[in-house]
């Protein structure tokens, strides 16, 4: 292996030392996985929105329902599961279904406790499903964690992931002046926008080094996604688009910019820390999208799902509401911003190549 990949894996041959001296391993200064813990956004919600389907058949991730997400498909390797550590109601106010109510939580118990609309910490959350003022931050995701466990116990992977919702709330409070920033309607302007991002990533990083300091042995540190070139970019990114429908316009390099902002805190903050693997799929995913074919994909551009009621996230998307009947694994999208199963192996295949170095 080059210097330059093992600088990108982040995996320093002193981490390596240091697991073995964790213990756990057997010899070969890996890991063994015993459990794990998940902490992050839709991408990483493996059902946390199960009571808003209203249907008992669909756990209500965001993908078609009830293929895996990328962190379950990592669980599955070590022998381990995922449930939900919150349900959470569907939110009249959040969805903009009429006759919703307003969006509760229960506490499950679960160990993954991503949920869908998490940013960093800053409020209101994004989910456009539960009560965007109780949905839970990646930052109070870990804290509700450490409220009951006190520490990470060996021989735990912990998954850390998290930042597409915070760079998607200061596109929508410059492109419609939403108030996602505590400063008013419409009055978010682009240096807000940035100093907003760099909070963000400077609490994420805040959280990882936490996470460490509470004796997390392996963590998979997940960066960013640059969403520039999702289904919801295609439709509001465009130029045209933003003259017509943007207060101000916010362009797909912006988009990236800002994902690059994010991610370079985290790794220089990062770097030379033991036993964190960072990990970011926007490589292996720009292949995908380079040669579709090559991985089994005829669709790069079009969502799979097609249900509309209560709304069009695919947390309401099952094998009755794809386009075609083989979408799940032709498409890449299921809704505007969410992988459908296949889509998350892709991610999730990535994740694992990186994980062998450290746990098995």
Known sequence: MSKAAIRGLAVSFASILALA??????GDGRMRVESM???????????????????????????VNPGNVWVENIAATYGQKLAPNRSLTLDKEASGVATAATGTATVLGGNAYAEGGARIAQYPMQSGIGNNEIVASVTRQIDHYLATNTRFPSGQLVVLSGGGNDTYA???????GLDNNGVGAGNTTPAIADDAITQAATQQLANARRIKAAGAEVVLLGLA???????????????????????????????????????KIIRDGIAGTDGVILFSADSDLAAVRANPAASGFTNMTVPACNNTTPTNSAT???????????????????DSFHPTPHGHR?????ALKLLKEAVR
């Not at 009947?325 to 032709?330: D, G, K, L, R, V």
């Open 21 to 26: 001296a964790c213990g756990g391993g057997d």
């Open 170 to 176: 200061q596109f929508a409070a410059l492109c419609w």
């Open 37 to 63: 813990v998940v902490f992050g956004d839709s991408l990483s919600d493996v059902g946390t929105y199960a009571a808003a389907t209203g249907d008992p058949r669909n756990p209500g991730k965001f993908t």
């Open 346 to 350: 892709v991610i999730s295949d990535a």
């Open 316 to 334: 309401f998307c099952t094998a009755n509401t794809l386009v075609e009947p083989n979408a799940a694994e032709t498409y890449f999208w299921s």
């Open 225 to 263: 996604t640059d969403w520039s070139a999702n289904p919801f970019a295609a439709q509001y990114l465009p130029a045209q688009a933003q003259a017509t429908g943007c207060y101000t316009a916010v362009p797909p390099t912006q988009i990236t910019t800002w994902t690059e902002r994010f991610n």
